[in-house]
Each structure stands twice: as C-alpha cells, then as structure tokens.
C-alpha cells in the first residue's frame, strides 16, 4: 500500500523535504500544510496553518494519512507531537518537553550546565536591573538572548556596553519579542567559525548527518543583522571524521542522554549550532528539527529514502537502518527580498526560475512565494537555490550562476557563501 505523508510548514525546508520525499516510490500521495508557491507543484497545499494543531489533527483522521513530519519550531513548542501521539497518529517530531531545549534557551543553557557540555558562560535574568548591572561589570563583547522562541530575532552579539544595553531594553523594557523575552540568558562571546550539527534520532540511538555550515547575517563577510540563515553548504570538509566523532562523544551523545534522564526522550531531528573555538567544539543553541536553509543542501546529497528514515525515528528502529549520501558537495543559496530582515516587500512577480533550474546540478526551492494565477513573493527568504558538484566550487559555481538568472525586484542574497570553505 502507497502512503499518505503531511508535511507542516511553508519554508525552504519544507519543500526540499517534499521534493526528497516525491521520489520515494513508496508514497501515494504527499500533502503540506499550508505550503508555498513550489510545492504545490510535488504535493498539495492545504489552507491550514502550521501551528492550526485541532485543525491538522482533524484533517489527519480524515484522510488517513500515514506520517506527519513537522518542518518549523512553533508546532513543536505548542506540543504538536504530544497531540497526534494522544490521538494514536504517527508524527516525526519531539515532544514538547523534547523540544524544549530549543524553546527554552535558560532549560538549554541549565541542561548542560548539568550535563557538563561544552557551551559559552552565561547567567540567567528575570529582572532588568540585574541584568544591566550584569553587562555592565561584564563589558563587551557580550551576548543578550530573549530565552524563549523570537523568529530567529531575539539573539543579539554586542560589539560594545552601549548594544547591550539597547538589546536589553529592547527586550526587557520595550518587550519587542513579548514573552520570549522574560527571561534572558546573557553569555560570554564566542570566537570561531560556525556549524551546523544534525542527528536523526529515535528516542534510543542516533545517526549524524553530514556536518553543514550556514550564514546568519544578510551581508557578506558576515556583517549587517542575524537572519533565519542566509545560505548553506554540506559537508564541510575542514570539519574531519575525528572532529565529527568528538562532537557526537562530547555534545550529541550527552544532551541526548540527559534529556533521557529528565523523561524528555528526544525522538526527531537534534540541530545543535557550534562554535569551533580554539578551545574546542561549543553549543551556541539547540534546534529540536530540521535547519533551514541546511535541510535544502541535506535532501541533495541524501542518497537514502527519506521515509524510511522518518519511520525508522518514529518506530525507535534506526539501529537497523544504513543511511547513505552521494559524494560530492551541496550549496544553498538563499534570495531574500530587500530590505529583509526587516521590512519588506511581497507581491513582487518573480522570473526565470525555469531558465535558473536548466543549469546543470540546479534545483530551486521555494520559500516566501506564493501563487495566485501568477508566482509572486510572499515572504523574507524567497528562494533557495540549491546546487550540487564534485567539489565545492562546482557546486557554488552552478548555484551561483542560477541566482544570476532569477529576477525580482529588490532581490539580494550574500555573494560569500561557502567562500570560507573553499
Ligand atoms: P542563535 O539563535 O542562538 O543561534 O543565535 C544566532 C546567532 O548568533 C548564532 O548563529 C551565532 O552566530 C550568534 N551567537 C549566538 N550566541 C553566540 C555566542 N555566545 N558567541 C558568539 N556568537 C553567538
Ligand atoms: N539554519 C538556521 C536555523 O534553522 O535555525
């Protein structure tokens, strides 16, 4: 029998997911919920928000479908997996316990504080006066976070007194990111270059992903303010097999064991960011699902059928899986609208997509469009336009000359990705 999987979410991920999961011969019939402008092409959209939890579990029942996978953050805090679990629906994600090492940064920094992995010294504040008098003795550089789920906004890396002092107030005083902002974790600055670790886990064993690297902040040569992420490559070859089975020793293997301690059995995908500091691997924050625009370069190079993966984390059978990759690197890059991340444009008619995915080793995803009669953009991160090579540079070239062929206006994207690795 073909199955019927429903895919939560409307980014990047969510399509890249959808398009690695159309080519298992085993589904019958993929839905996303609400999705975008490019995967109503693989799938069908339905008009149901993401974090609309009666309503998917509603619609679930009715069309008997198979597996659920939850792409976004939101869900997963709202307890998403715990209310298809209580109906006896088979859903590939953490629970709301699970996840909240991601909706929580003060659980997170706690955890492993505990748990004795390697992370920046932080402090944890509920009260403003503290906490300036805090960054104060402290000085700069220092890091403010708001504690809770911000849209990728709430972390703020002050070069000096005088940031710190306005990211506090913005998020203490002025509450911009409203309850997220309760409690704030201030931690010291971390130097080195970033990666992004991914486990497919089962709640007992785990398999790593490939390591991948991605760029937060929308100008090149890393400058301008934090994004959801701005473009990714995978594997990241300076990151050697030895490094990769320290960090599992080190970082994975133990969070997953003292989230099994607490009852908190993590089942689904553990994201951990780091930092490569000269004095070793440290967890800059916890993602408890898929990384976006990381997830766009995984499913070009996953080799393995998807779904057999995501059954085998929600069965608790991974042991028994081999998951494979193709050799060869993967590169995102992501076309935002201007002005993003702050305000911007939507509605804008988009060109060339077609001519873009001609290019050999190109495969386009979708993020903020949308289509009524006509694609337009509806979002921040537009595109991923995602590419594959025997090396890196093959792979960055062919991504890049795509992007050249997409119009919009106002478009912009870094011209610097994966430059670091090259
Ligand atoms: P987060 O949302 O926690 O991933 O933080 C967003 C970005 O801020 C990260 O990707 C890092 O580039 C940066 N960041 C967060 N914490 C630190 C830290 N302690 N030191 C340096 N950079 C940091
Ligand atoms: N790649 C950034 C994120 O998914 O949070």
Redesign the pocket.
């Known amino acids: 029998m073909k199955k019927k999987v429903l895919i939560i979410g409307s980014g990047g991920r969510e399509h890249a997911l959808a398009w690695k999961l159309s080519q298992s011969s085993q589904i019958g019939k993929l839905f996303v919920a609400p999705g975008n402008g490019g995967t109503r092409h693989i799938a069908e959209n339905i008009g149901i928000d993401a974090i609309n939890i009666d309503e998917l579990v509603l619609f679930t029942k009715s069309n008997e479908i198979d597996l659920t996978v939850v792409g976004p953050d939101d869900p997963l805090a709202r307890g998403i997996v715990d209310a298809f679990q209580a109906q006896g629906l088979r859903i590939f994600g953490p629970t709301r316990t699970a996840a909240e090492i991601e909706w929580s940064?003060a659980f997170a920094k706690n955890l492993m504080s505990e748990a004795g992995i390697p992370t920046?010294a932080f402090e944890i504040f509920n009260e403003y006066d503290k906490a300036l008098a805090h960054v104060r003795t402290r000085g700069a550089p220092i890091?403010v976070?708001a504690s809770g789920l911000a849209l990728?906004k709430?972390?703020y890396?002050c070069n000096t007194l005088a940031q710190a002092e306005t990211a506090l107030a913005e998020i203490m005083l002025d509450h911009v990111h409203k309850d997220a902002g309760k409690e704030v974790v201030i931690?010291?600055?971390?130097?080195g270059q970033?990666i992004s670790i991914h486990a497919f886990c089962d709640g007992k064993t785990h398999v790593l992903l490939p390591p991948a690297q991605?760029h937060?902040p929308i100008h090149d040569n890393d400058t301008g303010k934090?994004t959801g992420g701005m473009g990714t490559i995978a594997p990241v070859s300076w990151v050697s097999a030895h490094a990769l089975q320290d960090i599992d020793e080190h970082i994975v293997r133990p969070t997953l064991h003292a989230l099994a301690q607490r009852e908190r059995q993590f089942s689904g995908l553990l994201y951990p960011?780091l930092?490569m500091t000269t004095s070793g691997p440290k967890v800059?924050?916890f993602n408890a699902r898929f990384g976006d625009p990381e997830t766009q370069s995984y499913m070009r190079l996953l080799k393995t059928d998807l779904l057999d993966i995501l059954e085998a984390c929600v069965d608790g059978t991974l042991a028994k899986l081999t998951i494979e990759w193709h050799s060869g690197f993967a590169a995102c890059i992501v076309i935002a609208s201007g002005g993003y991340p702050d305000k911007y444009k939507k509605g804008l008619s988009l060109r060339g997509i077609t001519d873009a995915e001609h290019v050999p080793g190109v495969v386009v995803f979708h993020a903020g469009t949308t289509f009524d009669g006509e694609l337009k953009t509806s979002g921040g991160r537009v595109l991923g336009v995602t590419a594959i090579g025997n090396t890196l540079h093959d792979a960055l070239d062919r991504a890049y000359e795509a992007v050249e062929l997409i119009e919009f206006e106002g478009k912009q994207y870094r011209k610097d990705i994966g430059a670091k690795a090259l």
């Open positions: 940064k920046a890091v976070k990728g709430g972390v890396v931690e010291e600055f971390l130097d970033e991605d937060k934090n960011g930092k800059v924050e």
